[in-house]
């Protein structure tokens, strides 16, 4: 890597521009009313929210469901795609993995938010019951965020002693923090040897993490045996879906880093090519599960399927049904097909519009089976209509991620240096040989 | 008398013979079942004897009292009016008693009417405030000016204010809501009650508009029955024809529902007795032995009532009409039984007569499974009221309510507003008031309000303010029933007499007073002939003194040496009765019964009742016209049709119970309030949608209403269930729900009964703009 | 090991939800109000359904189906429960331990007969009619979940009972055991041990006319129904 290109990867850490501190400061703004209305909640309970019977789950479970997927993105990027050796996803592993570590905590906190008695949290360590899939998330979801933090710091610790090499102009409590978290680099072959030997065992974890996580999370509605719910394909229809929201986000983090840091030159045209060949790939896929399952169902005709079957295609959720079918499919692919080949602003437009298709794609799958639960009549039919309440505190989660991104950006570079610098590459071409 | 082959009759006899068992002596229920302390944890807890108030039926109770509260209602598994059971209004009993609305002193009106301002005084001052008032009116000669008015008064209270209203010297005693059925048993039978129905034996019963499973008395009683016909007595499962202008519950469950044009039930049922009469399936035996006016009222009614021409008035199809008659006339024992809803049309009494005759063509009166005589327990006579000048000139005086300006009727509330406003009989001073809430109940609340406002003192003896007491001037709340003495005769329809009895369960949680209590205290204060007609100090000693009569009678499932011990074990076990009913006819009855089971003037079942003729009513049998509605059928297209819930209590603070509310509809998904049924066609070509907002109108008035579309409705009748609407009442009845009563108009009245008939108005329904 | 059951009588059933409303008053379930009533949060441990009305006019049908919990023999609650707070006890009952419920509610959207209920709100019993409360039973806070007990307070107090006396419980005094049975004005519902194959409940679940809810998920509900005719 030149020296001018480290520099740029290295300057936004020196300073704080105008924007950025407003944006900031609206993110904490948000993030503070998130905490008061859930302040608010606590005291009033979950009355305050939506929820009713039958409908026992609503907005906080989507949104779980939905940053642990948006979590599997840069797992997918830094894990997976290592393992197959894709050196382009080299620049954008940061990134993407920043998207992991930020967005995970929310995922679990939004479970936690959602609990009855939270006050009582701990009773999950003291008797949980393994049978419960409920158990199984928490133990994966804590593995998966503990080791996606590990796995993050790892990759960026050489990094973190070149922030405590390289920059000199800083107030010293910045400094302070780069030289104790560097934990003594020394930036040694030796230490670059173990620390890709580590990073490529990781790897091979994480990846399983990713496929366990997401499927043990769908399970949390697959081992119950309501219609809709209870279906084999449940599990990896969830996980393609978390890596396809998480690839969308991918690409508009990429978008946003290169317009604010100016990395033209880092992040090309080529990466967000690879990406959108990806993505093709991830939207036919999501398709072919979507038929497999609906059209199985459709087919069968199972009554108490068929209820909610219609609920999603022309009953009460058909608006966000066909919604997020489009958001999901016809538009992204559309996208991918012809004007994103070479415009970066439509790429970043398919990746919002699919994250926020997948948000419904949570939705629809959470809520439309609660509203017609097995032993249906007309007092068990159900609806749910979300409260302001469930909307401020979602809106406060997502400003969290933002914020802790925000934030991690402003310290560290999110654009890895070591793995791209000459020096280690040719450590490691060493180390192969 | 039917020929019923000795097999059938064996089998019938060998049930019945268990039921009867049952019902039999207290002593080998207890033996038997040996439930009471079994069924639930003994404890610390004592189980204290009570008799529900929620509804006419007045199930007994037991109700567990855990350190001085009272925690559970359990039924009485003694009283065989529901055999330990309750239904869902009396389990929540404990609402009323711990209900945070109740009133908890006497109150005086600060302030003007209606304004809502109280000021709480001692019961000695409002006794004598009211005292003295009524003294007053006595002293001045006219006594007459008092009216007390009442409506479903629990156990002996009716009787009480009755004593009290003869002993003042006022005609008055005005019951808000006479009833019809026990007319036409009147005119057919010689008999001055309601009739009772052996339901545990019938086989078929052609219910028209009866309603067994909703709000027919006695609640529990019918609802057992109703399980007893399907699964008591097995192998012989009972048949249920529903004849009713909606699907109700007992449509629901019955095996056949008949839609019906509502108001013509009676020409039905003349329909069906055609048949029966053309076709010799009636009971031979029994018309020539025990029936007068049959060929005059045969011969009519082959006359005028063929199944063609009944098919057109009714809307039954004429193969139906001929399929009921022979099935009723076929199987054996059949019932006919009218509901309610028939008396509320302006040929009401016409047709409960014309059902009734129904069971005398097929010999269903007084056999098993047929129609019994409802026998009052023998409970000593109240002794006659003191006869000073002033009550002599009272009495002598015109009732203010005029009810002999209807043929048969004995009381006609709905007169009483023109009468109170224009004083054209008499100035009304003083009017009381003891569970009746007219400006809610009754139609045509503006009358009322004219008429209130002419009354200088209105008193209200009622736990609960509402619509009707706002306006008092005084309130001198009673007990709630579980804080009370309660002794009720009951009509459980099992023919034997029964009189179950309750004790206070709890200490009084307020300063209320038990309202026997109060009128006993109004008596004495106002003293004079009133004070010498009530000798007792306090309502339970009426009550003692009333029961001796059991006592004396030696029988039932009480016998004890003295009156203190009878006393003690009727009040432990919280009824007594005397079972069994000795039919007079059917193979194992008493034909000397028959003397007391048809007491008319000809000592038979009269078709052609004679009591028209000894009060000069002209009349021409079979005696039904046509119902006349409300409204025109042009403007008017829909026939409104009210009805009660299960889940609808009756009484002060009945509409003030949570619990119910989120029960309420069943068979539509609404709770806290009520709505109107329309049939689905009917509504889109409304352009109505499930739940929209819709307003029913009437020539009288309008209400606004969520609609729901249902299968079980008529295409031009739509259905109202009726109770709520209140606007006072307590926090949990204020807004909840529409009254459909202010829809009714009180013009059209049954000529014979003096009834209104509510069930006669028409409605036109649309939809409610948004800005409404 | 005795594993009680309870089986309602279709036929005789009439709809009249005392049943449902013995169950709130003993078992101190408070009523939601029409707020919360309306937005699906009214609390009925045990509840009256209704079927689809089909049928052409006027031969229209519709069943009325009191549905207490089943107390599954295989319980898909007690299976995701995360903490336990729902289990499966010796004699069958599946019972709640308030203590320990987080408020996940995962078993509420694992019942497959939607019996459960969650406390939005605490229960609200607005003075005095806190008076009225079952000492018998505790009052649940806001944040745990809730339903059916077959009336476990009584049932354990009837078997300490007999325990006392040195006899078994009998089946005549379980018939009627639970609110709901004694309660009932058709006398609809029976209660009792399906291991007794004398009992009423072992008897009536032989009928012809017994059947189950849902039975093609295998979670073997103890509560068994006759058909209506």
């Not at chain 2, 003994?42 to 567990?64: I, N, T």
């Amino acid at each position: 890597m030149a020296q001018d290109e480290e520099t740029l990867l290295l300057s936004p850490l020196t300073r704080t521009s105008r924007g950025f501190g407003i944006f900031i400061a609206l993110l904490v703004a948000v993030v503070l009313v998130g905490a008061a209305i859930y302040g608010y909640q606590w005291a009033n309970g979950l009355s305050v929210t939506g929820m009713n019977r039958p409908v026992y789950m609503g907005i906080y479970i989507v949104n779980f469901v939905f940053f642990i997927g948006l979590a599997h993105s840069g797992t997918f990027i830094s894990a997976i795609l290592r393992l197959v050796g894709a050196d382009w996803r080299k620049p954008l592993a940061r990134a993407a993995e920043a998207i992991t570590v930020f967005s995970v905590p929310f995922g679990a906190g939004s479970i936690l938010i959602d609990l009855g008695r939270l006050d009582r949290m701990f009773n999950i360590f003291v008797h949980g019951r393994f049978e419960s899939p409920l158990l199984w998330d928490v133990v994966s979801v804590s593995l998966y965020l503990l080791s996606s933090i590990a796995f993050f710091y790892l990759s960026l610790l050489p990094d973190i002693a070149r922030c405590r090499d390289r920059l000199i102009d800083v107030p010293r409590w910045q400094h302070q923090m780069y030289r104790v978290l560097s934990l003594g680099w020394k930036d040694h072959p030796e230490q670059y040897r173990r620390l890709e030997k580590v990073l490529a065992a990781m790897a091979v974890f994480m990846s399983m993490l990713v496929i366990i996580v997401h499927t043990v999370v769908s399970w949390v509605f697959g081992m119950t045996v309501q219609p809709g719910w209870h279906t084999a394909i449940l599990g990896p229809f969830f996980l393609v879906g978390a890596v396809f929201s998480g690839s969308g986000a991918v690409v508009v983090t990429m978008a946003v880093l290169r317009r604010i840091f100016h990395l033209e030159d880092v992040l090309t045209l080529k990466h967000f090519d690879y990406m959108r060949k990806l993505l093709i790939a991830l939207t036919l896929v999501w398709l072919y599960f979507m038929v497999a399952e609906y059209l199985t169902t459709f087919y069968g005709q199972e009554v108490e399927e068929m209820l909610v079957f219609w609920q999603k295609f022309t009953g009460t959720y058909a608006i966000p049904f066909w919604v997020m079918f489009t958001l999901c499919f016809a538009v992204p692919l559309a996208i991918f097909l012809t004007r994103g080949k070479r415009s970066i602003g439509w790429m970043v437009a398919a990746g919002l519009i699919i994250n926020v298709g997948m948000w419904l794609e949570r939705y629809i799958v959470v809520v439309p089976t609660l509203t017609r639960p097995r032993l249906l009549s007309e007092l068990t039919m159900g609806n749910y209509t979300p409260t302001w309440v469930e909307g401020v505190i979602t809106a406060a989660c997502f400003a969290g991620l933002l914020l802790l991104y925000a934030l991690f950006t402003r310290f560290f570079p999110i654009i890895p240096i070591w793995e791209r610098s000459e020096e280690v590459e040719a450590y490691l071409h060493e180390m192969e040989e | 008398m039917r020929h019923i082959s000795r097999r059938t009759f064996l089998k019938l006899a060998a049930v019945s013979a268990t039921a009867a068992a049952l019902y039999e002596s207290s002593g080998s229920i207890l033996h038997a079942l040996n439930l009471i302390d079994r069924a639930t944890p003994p404890d610390d807890a004592v189980w204290v004897p009570s008799v529900c108030q929620l509804c006419p039926a007045e199930c007994g109770l037991r109700v567990r009292v855990v350190g001085g509260l009272a925690v559970k209602i359990e039924g009485n598994l003694l009283n065989p009016n529901n055999q330990g059971r309750t239904c869902p209004k009396g389990q929540v009993g404990l609402q009323l008693l711990y209900n945070p609305d109740r009133l908890q002193a006497p109150l005086k009106r600060v302030g003007q009417r209606g304004e809502g301002r109280w000021q709480a005084i001692s019961w000695n001052e409002a006794i004598e405030a009211v005292a003295a008032r009524l003294r007053d009116v006595r002293l001045a000669g006219t006594a007459e000016r008092t009216a007390f008015l009442y409506d479903r008064p629990p156990g002996l209270l009716g009787e009480t204010i009755a004593r009290f209203c003869r002993a003042m010297g006022t005609p008055n005693a005005i019951d808000a809501r006479p009833d019809v059925r026990s007319q036409a048993l009147f005119l057919t039978q010689g008999w001055d009650s309601q009739p009772g129905y052996d339901l545990d034996r019938t086989r078929y019963l052609l219910s028209f508009n009866f309603a067994l499973l909703e709000s027919a008395q006695p609640t529990v009683r019918l609802l057992r029955a109703y399980s007893f016909i399907r699964r008591g007595r097995p192998g012989d499962r009972g048949r249920i024809v529903q004849i009713e202008p909606r699907l109700s519950v007992t449509g629901i469950k019955a095996d056949e529902w008949v839609p019906i044009r509502p108001g013509t039930e009676g020409a039905l049922a003349l329909g069906l007795a055609w048949v029966i009469l053309r076709e010799r399936l009636y009971d031979r035996e029994f018309v020539d032995e025990h029936c007068h006016g049959f060929e005059e009222w045969s011969k009519a009614v082959l006359e005028d009532y063929s199944p063609a021409y009944v098919a057109a008035l009714t809307s039954v199809p004429e193969e139906t009409i001929k399929r009921l008659a022979r099935e009723f006339a076929g199987m054996s024992p059949a019932v006919a039984v009218g509901g309610e809803a028939i008396d509320q049309q302006t040929n009401g009494l016409a047709s409960q007569m014309a059902i009734h005759s129904l069971n005398a063509l097929v010999g269903s009166i007084d056999v098993p499974g047929g129609v019994v005589m409802q026998r009052p327990p023998p409970l000593t006579p109240w002794p006659d009221v003191f006869m000073d000048d002033v009550t002599t000139q009272g009495l002598s005086q015109p009732r203010l309510d005029g009810p002999e300006h209807y043929r048969l009727a004995r009381s006609a509330p709905h007169r009483l507003p023109e009468a109170i406003a224009s004083g054209d009989l008499y100035p009304l001073e003083a009017l009381l008031l003891y569970r009746a809430n007219p400006l809610h109940d009754a139609p045509d609340p503006e009358a009322w309000r004219s008429a209130l406002d002419k009354v200088p003192l209105i008193v209200s003896f009622d736990p609960f303010i509402e619509e009707t007491s706002a306006y008092a001037d005084y309130i001198l709340p009673d007990h709630t029933f579980l804080e009370r003495w309660i002794a009720a005769p009951l009509q459980p329809s099992l023919g034997y007499p029964v009189l179950a009895v309750g004790q206070p369960v709890v200490e009084p949680l307020y300063d209320t007073r038990a309202f026997g209590d109060v009128l006993i205290q109004l008596a004495r204060q106002v003293g004079g002939g009133p004070g010498v007609s009530f000798p007792w100090s306090d309502y339970v000693k009426v009550l003692r003194f009333r029961v001796g009569g059991l006592v004396d009678s030696s029988r039932g499932s009480i016998r004890a040496a003295t009156a203190d011990e009878f006393w003690r074990e009727l009040a432990a076990r919280g009824v007594w009765f005397d079972s069994p009913y000795v039919f007079a006819g059917g193979e194992e009855g008493n034909p000397e019964a028959w003397e007391a089971v048809l007491t008319t003037p000809s000592g038979k079942f009269e078709f052609t009742p004679q009591a028209f003729d000894q009060r000069e009513i002209s009349a021409t049998p079979p005696y039904y016209e046509s119902p006349r509605y409300a409204g025109t059928e042009g403007e008017y297209p829909f026939h409104m049709q009210l009805y009660t819930l299960m889940a609808q209590a009756t009484g002060p603070g009945a509409a003030n119970l949570p619990h119910l509310h989120e029960l309420y509809g069943l068979h539509v998904k609404r709770t806290w309030g009520n709505w109107v049924e329309i049939n689905p066609e009917t509504a889109h070509e409304l352009g109505i949608a499930n739940r929209d907002a819709v307003w029913v109108e009437s020539p009288v008035g309008k209400i606004r209403l969520p609609a729901r579309l249902y299968e079980g409705t008529q295409a031009e009748t739509v259905n109202i269930p009726a109770g709520l609407g209140h606007t006072l009442g307590g926090q949990w009845a204020a807004g909840i729900g529409a009254n459909p009563e202010h829809l009714v108009d009180r013009r059209r009245v049954d000529e014979l009964s003096g009834l209104v008939a509510r069930q006669g108005v028409r409605v036109k329904v649309y939809k409610a703009e948004v800005g409404d | 090991m005795p594993k009680w059951g309870m089986v309602i009588d279709l036929d005789k059933c009439t709809g009249c939800q005392a049943c449902s409303m013995a169950c709130r008053v003993e078992n101190n379930v408070s009523f939601a109000g029409p707020e919360q009533a309306e937005i699906g949060r009214a609390m009925f441990w045990q509840e009256v359904l209704d079927t689809e009305m089909h049928g052409h006019y006027p031969f229209l049908e519709t069943q009325f189906v009191p549905r207490p919990c089943m107390h599954c023999e295989h319980p898909p609650c007690v299976k995701v429960c995360p903490v336990g707070a729902t289990f499966q006890t010796e004699d069958g009952l599946v019972a709640m331990d308030y203590e320990l419920c987080i408020g996940c509610r995962m078993c509420t959207i694992a019942c497959p007969y939607a019996v459960r209920y969650f406390n939005w709100l605490a229960p609200r019993f607005p003075t005095p009619l806190e008076q009225a409360l079952n000492p018998d039973v505790p009052v649940r806070p806001r944040g745990v979940v809730e339903k059916c007990t077959f009336c476990i307070h009584r049932l354990r107090a009837a078997q300490d009972r007999a325990e006392k006396e040195g006899r078994t419980l009998r089946d005549a005094e379980m018939v009627n055991l639970p609110a709901c049975n004694q309660v009932c004005p058709a006398a609809a519902r029976y209660f009792g041990d399906l291991e007794d194959p004398e009992s009423t409940v072992s008897r009536l679940a032989r009928s012809p006319r017994a059947f189950a809810l849902l039975e093609e998920l295998g979670t073997e509900p103890k509560v068994h129904y006759l058909t209506g005719e």
